[in-house]
């Protein structure tokens, strides 16, 4: 595996690569990297020729600066797992080299994407994240970008921007990996105690709960009243928001269309860790 830490020295063996129309896969993580993770790498590994795997904690997305400050850094862990499912690039720059001008300006309209849910809680964290995904877009150049369906509004943003944009990027949105248990994978989760592990699991039922029960004679207010007992019952979690929606629109539903995708959204708090989750909920209809 290579492993450039400028986009000079980056973008010139990419240059070269290019001359042979070999094929770049993108997936920008933030390290801490887990197996949900390296199921992003797997599955662009039939879909490329080089896979380039980004670990950047990009300060302009974090609204807590002690939230940053927490975010783990495990590197050296994370380059032996990334050589262990043999990726191509590692690119592993600072924060100097992704923000060089210390007074960059970056606004994107993500219209009420940016508004409501994730974009209501945490102000300014997408027009950080289209920021630097932007930047890794234009440095590298995919032909596919790979993201985790884990952060789902996160992944609707980074879709609109492809369009705004008009980036002949293809977006691969890669499924939830769970543990046995049922729990998202996360690198937040390195924060929870075991029993907080136990605790959290209730975002995964309540899920559950909702998609098992939406072909049912029941009112959606019904089922999602029941799936907001199953969390609020559950000692140990506050919850933030839960939330039923259209997929692309992230627009809140009262009636399940079945022309149209759902997901259902969850955040709460456990032991300090903010744990986000989500479950589509139907395949379109034909």
């Not at 940053?68 to 720059?93: H, M, Q, S, T, W």
């Amino acid at each position: 595996m290579e492993i450039f830490k400028t986009k000079a020295s980056l973008q010139a063996y990419l240059q070269e690569a290019r001359k042979s129309d070999q094929k770049i896969a993108l997936i920008p993580t933030m390290g801490a990297l887990h197996e949900g993770h390296l199921s992003l790498l797997n599955y662009a590994k039939p879909l490329s020729d080089i896979r380039v795997c980004s670990i950047f904690v990009n300060p302009t997305q974090f609204n807590d600066p002690k939230d940053l400050e927490k975010y783990p850094r495990p590197i050296e862990n994370d380059i032996k797992l990334l050589e262990a499912v043999g990726c191509d690039i590692l690119f592993l720059p600072t924060i100097d080299e992704m923000y060089p001008d210390k007074h960059e300006h970056w606004h994107i309209d993500l219209g009420e994407l940016d508004q409501i849910w994730e974009g209501e809680k945490r102000p300014g964290h997408f027009q950080g994240v289209t920021q630097v995904v932007y930047k890794l877009f234009t440095l590298v150049q995919p032909h596919i970008a790979c993201f985790g369906q884990k952060d789902f509004q996160q992944v609707m943003v980074i879709k609109r921007m492809i369009e705004m944009k008009n980036l002949p990027i293809q977006l691969a949105i890669c499924p939830i990996i769970r543990d046995q248990d049922g729990l998202a994978l996360s690198s937040r989760n390195m924060r929870l105690s075991e029993e907080g592990k136990r605790i959290a699991l209730a975002l995964s039922r309540s899920l559950t709960y909702v998609k098992d029960h939406i072909n049912d004679a029941i009112a959606l207010g019904e089922i999602k009243d029941q799936a907001l007992k199953i969390l609020t019952d559950t000692d140990g979690m506050s919850v933030e928001y839960f939330a039923i929606c259209e997929s692309t629109s992230l627009k809140e539903v009262d009636h399940i269309d079945f022309s149209k995708q759902h997901v259902a959204l969850v955040t709460a708090w456990v032991e300090g860790v903010r744990l986000i989750d989500n479950m589509i909920l139907n395949n379109l209809s034909n």
